[in-house]
């Protein structure tokens, strides 16, 4: 059994429901403390929501060191029901050459790749000239409050300059390697409300129907062009998610509907502009409305560059896959970093099981996974 393997195995067995971490992070830590790291443990949010955060350094022997580092989470999703999974999601289990486990693909498997790659290349170049990192949270699955947005603040409190990041998310599509993001679309939540006034269904005339007066402007949101994309993004896109009205009585007609919509939007596009253009479909239609937003995160584009290439390169020479950079998928904590670092980019196993029932990931991907990032790490801190 490889060592990247058993690692990812004892991260699985390791039950880290957000924003429980369920030791992983001092597993890793103590790992790392043993090839020269300085770690650093930091807790974040209320006791009834306790994140831990992981920072760990080792410092490159350069006047003026480059700093790269490994970012991830240690956190997963709710398993679903116990009795829909072929075995336990907490206990690691192998069958036809896949890894199953509730993280397996997103993200213990990535961590142990992580970890052991910096270890196999620490041991191979004591005195690198740069200097490498990990940033590891409990809180990415759940809100995000209290984990890498913590981190990256506390690491602007030090004076800690990043110039490259990987995420381990997964990336991968049809086989390791096929895709890099190398950005992500902004997203934007809003809860919409439209009033009316309550009454019998059998008097609509004393009544006003919130649902009837919403839906023209819906099917204007729903069929407006909000831009038309670049050359990294898709064209932004908003969708309702779920609508609330009624009283649950039939013969009733609500006071109110409540509609959730998000936009993902791209760089073509701000969060400001696409909420003063909704609110202007609310004031063409006369509606009685309000609306509460919720900005998850803004768009964040790394051009091709020096990060790029060595991953890009890193890939090619481990596998024979030429890689695809993306921005396509949902967000992730990449968003949160872009803000204190240059070159931000994702990459990680395939995602096809991702926060699925009997996730996992294939057995021989872990090695050449933890190989890609050690070849990354040679190129960049050497």
């Known amino acids: 059994m490889s060592t990247a393997l058993r690692l990812t195995e004892q991260l699985i067995a390791r039950a880290s429901v957000t924003p429980t971490d369920g030791g992983c992070q001092a597993l890793i830590a103590d790992r790392l403390r043993a090839v020269g790291f300085e770690c650093h443990s930091l807790m974040s949010g209320p006791d009834s929501f306790r994140v831990t955060n992981l920072w760990a350094i080792k410092r490159g022997s350069a006047a003026q060191p480059k700093l790269l580092a490994f970012a991830g989470h240690t956190d997963v999703v709710p398993t679903g029901p116990l009795n829909a999974w072929h075995s336990e999601p907490?206990?690691?289990?192998?069958?036809?050459?896949?890894?199953?486990?509730?993280?397996?693909?997103?993200?213990?498997?990535?961590?142990?790749?992580?970890?052991?790659?910096?270890?196999?290349?620490?041991?191979?170049?004591?005195?690198?000239?740069?200097?490498?990192?990990?940033?590891?949270?409990?809180?990415?699955?759940?809100?995000?409050?209290?984990?890498?947005?913590?981190?990256?603040?506390?690491?602007?409190?030090?004076?800690?300059?990043?110039?490259?990041?990987?995420?381990?998310?997964?990336?991968?599509?049809?086989?390791?390697?096929?895709?890099?993001?190398?950005?992500?679309?902004?997203?934007?939540?809003?809860?919409?409300?439209?009033?009316?006034?309550?009454?019998?269904?059998?008097?609509?005339?004393?009544?006003?129907?919130?649902?009837?007066?919403?839906?023209?402007?819906?099917?204007?949101?729903?069929?407006?062009?909000?831009?038309?994309?670049?050359?990294?993004?898709?064209?932004?896109?908003?969708?309702?998610?779920?609508?609330?009205?009624?009283?649950?009585?039939?013969?009733?007609?609500?006071?109110?509907?409540?509609?959730?919509?998000?936009?993902?939007?791209?760089?073509?596009?701000?969060?400001?502009?696409?909420?003063?253009?909704?609110?202007?479909?609310?004031?063409?239609?006369?509606?009685?409305?309000?609306?509460?937003?919720?900005?998850?995160?803004?768009?964040?584009?790394?051009?091709?560059?020096?990060?790029?290439?060595?991953?890009?390169?890193?890939?090619?020479d481990e596998t024979g896959v030429k890689t695809e950079l993306s921005t396509t998928g949902g967000t992730s904590d990449g968003r949160f970093i872009a803000k204190i670092c240059p070159q931000v980019l994702e990459f990680g196993p395939l995602n096809a099981s991702i926060h699925k029932i009997d996730e996992h990931v294939a057995v021989a991907s872990i090695e050449p996974l933890k190989n890609i990032y050690r070849r990354t790490l040679e190129a960049l801190l050497t």
């Not at 984990?147 to 490259?164: F, N, P, R, V």
């Open 90 to 316: 907490f206990v690691p289990t192998h069958k036809d050459g896949k890894l199953y486990g509730r993280g397996a693909a997103d993200m213990k498997t990535s961590l142990a790749a992580m970890v052991v790659a910096i270890e196999e290349f620490v041991l191979a170049h004591e005195k690198h000239a740069h200097s490498l990192a990990v940033m590891f949270t409990s809180d990415e699955e759940g809100p995000a409050l209290d984990g890498t947005i913590k981190l990256c603040e506390w690491l602007t409190a030090q004076g800690e300059k990043l110039d490259y990041c990987i995420v381990g998310e997964p990336t991968s599509v049809n086989t390791l390697g096929d895709m890099i993001k190398n950005g992500r679309r902004g997203t934007l939540s809003g809860k919409l409300k439209v009033m009316g006034v309550q009454g019998h269904i059998a008097y609509p005339h004393l009544a006003k129907n919130p649902i009837h007066l919403a839906m023209p402007a819906l099917t204007e949101l729903t069929t407006t062009r909000w831009d038309q994309g670049n050359a990294h993004f898709q064209p932004t896109s908003w969708q309702m998610s779920n609508i609330h009205g009624g009283t649950g009585a039939g013969n009733v007609i609500p006071g109110e509907v409540v509609i959730d919509f998000n936009f993902r939007f791209s760089t073509q596009s701000t969060a400001d502009s696409l909420k003063t253009r909704l609110h202007a479909v609310l004031e063409k239609h006369q509606l009685d409305a309000e609306v509460v937003w919720t900005l998850g995160g803004e768009p964040f584009i790394t051009d091709v560059g020096s990060l790029s290439a060595a991953v890009t390169k890193a890939i090619h």
